[in-house]
C-alpha cells in the first residue's frame, strides 16, 4: 500500500528537526536550506521566539530593512509582550513607520540602548559595525545565501552559535566589484555566507525544509527538477486545491489564450517570432502589458486552501519581472498607456522573496543574440519562475533554444570553484521544455 504524503507532517518532523538541533545542539552553526514559499520567514520567527522562551537572548541578521522590518511585525504579532530590539542606521527614515505602533518594540541607532531585549533584529550592514558588546549566545542569519562572507566575518564575533537560513536556488549574493582575484580561495569575500562556512566547516548540521506552501502542485515538480535537483521539495497542495478562473470569457486573442492556458495548467507562454531586438524590445513589452491589462479586465478570481470562495485578482497581487531595469521600466510606462497602476514590475533581484497570486515574465534571453552569464543565471530564473500561487505566463521570443545550442558557456575554468548545479545553460533548457508544453503564438 502507497503510504499518502501528508505535506503538513513533513514540514512539521523537518521543523522539529531544526529546531532541536538550535536549542539542543552543541555545534557553532546550522544550515536550513529552504526552497520558495517553504515558510523560511516562519521557521525563523519560531525559532527566536524559542530561544528567547528558552532563556537565550538572541541577535537576528536580516539582508536588507524591508526584511528587518517584516520579521519585527511577525514576531510582534506571534508574541506581543516579548522586547524586541530594532536596531536602525542614522538615516533620515531608517525602519518602516508600522514599529512604531508596536508597544513591545524598542527602536535605537545604539546596540547599548537594546542590551537585554531578548532579541535584536538588524542588518547585516549595520550589525558590521557593532563593537565593545557583550556577545550573544545565538544568532539568526535570515537569507544566509544572500549574505556575502566578508559580511558574514564582520559580524561572526558578535555571536557564539547561529542559524544559518536561506534558499540555495536563488540570486548570489551580488558585488559592485570583480572578484576573480579571489575566485576558488576558500576566503573568497564574494561567495555566499553559507558556502563559505561549509567550506570551512563541512560537518555542520545541514536541514532542509521539503515543502513548498507556495508554488502549486503544477509548478513545484518542474521548479524543484529545474533549479533543486539534489534538494528536492513538493507542493503543500495538490491539484484541484486552487483554481484560476475568469469571470468574462475569453476574447480569443493571443493574450487572453494564454491567459486561460496558464488558469488551466499553471503556465503559459506568449511566444513572439524569433528576432533580435533592443533590451527593451517595444512588442515584447506591449505583449507584455496587454497580458496584464486582460487578466484584470477579465476579472481573475482565484480559490485555494485560503478561500473556499473566489477571491479576486486585484493588481496588487499580480507582478511583472524582467532581468533589466529598463526593461521593468518599458513595462511600467507601457501599463500606464493601459491604465494600468499597482502591479508590481522589477527585476529579479527586487522580487525575490515576494508572492503574487499570478506573475508575468519577460524571459532573460528573449530577443538576444548572445548568451551572457549574466542572462544565463540560474537564480535568475528560480526566482523569476517561483513568485506564483496560482500560474506563471511567461513572454518570449521564439529561437531561445537555438540560442542556447549555439552558445556554449565560454567562460573561464577557474580551479577550486564549487560548480554551481544545475548551470543556467541546462535549467533553461529544463523549462523551455516544460513551457513548449503550454505554448500560444503571437500574433494569432
Known sequence: MTAVFDPGAQAARATDAILADTLGGTERGIVVDSPPGAGKSTLVV??????????????????????????????????????????????????DK????????????????????????????????VKNVEPWGHAIVDE??????????????????????????????????????????????????????????????????????????????????????YTPFRSGTDHGDRRLSFGVASDGSAPDRVLDEAADSGWGLLELPARHTPRT???????????????????????SERSPDPVPVTADRVAVGTAHRDQAAAVRAALAELGVTGVAVDTANRLQGREFDVTVVLHPLSGRPDATAFHLETGRLCVLASRHRHACIVVCRAGVTELLDEHPSTEPV???????????????????????????????
Open 144 to 229: 544566509a545565501y544572500q549574505m556575502r562572507s566578508d559580511a558574514l566575518l564582520a559580524v561572526a564575533g558578535l555571536f557564539e552559535r547561529a542559524l544559518f537560513v536561506g534558499d540555495p536556488g536563488q540570486l548570489d549574493p551580488f558585488s559592485i566589484v570583480g572578484a576573480d582575484q579571489w575566485a576558488g580561495l576558500s576566503y573568497d569575500p564574494s561567495a555566499s555566507a553559507v558556502s563559505t562556512l561549509l567550506a570551512h566547516n563541512p560537518r555542520l548540521p545541514q536541514h532542509r525544509l521539503p515543502v513548498s506552501w507556495r508554488l502549486p502542485a503544477s509548478a513545484a515538480p518542474l521548479v524543484s527538477d529545474a533549479f533543486y535537483p
Open 46 to 95: 519560531r525559532a527566536a521566539l524559542e530561544l528567547a522562551a528558552a532563556g537565550h537572548p538572541l541577535m537576528v541578521v536580516a539582508q536588507t530593512n524591508a526584511q528587518v522590518d517584516d520579521l519585527v511585525v511577525r514576531l510582534a504579532e506571534k508574541d506581543p509582550g516579548l522586547p524586541v530590539g530594532r536596531l536602525h542606521s542614522n538615516d533620515t527614515d531608517p525602519y
Open 414 to 444: 577557474q580551479l577550486g570553484v564549487t560548480v554551481k548545479f544545475p548551470d543556467g545553460w541546462e535549467a533553461n533548457h529544463a523549462v523551455l521544455a516544460h513551457l513548449a508544453e503550454h505554448r500560444v503564438r503571437w500574433p494569432g
Open 281 to 303: 524590445d517595444p512588442e515584447a513589452v506591449r505583449a507584455v502589458a496587454l497580458v496584464v491589462r486582460r487578466l484584470l479586465d477579465r476579472g481573475g478570481a482565484a480559490t
Open 98 to 129: 508600522v514599529l512604531d505602533g508596536l508597544a513591545n518594540v524598542r527602536k535605537s541607532a545604539k546596540a547599548s540602548d537594546l542590551a537585554g531585549l531578548d532579541v535584536v533584529i538588524s542588518t547585516a550592514a549595520k550589525w558590521a559595525h
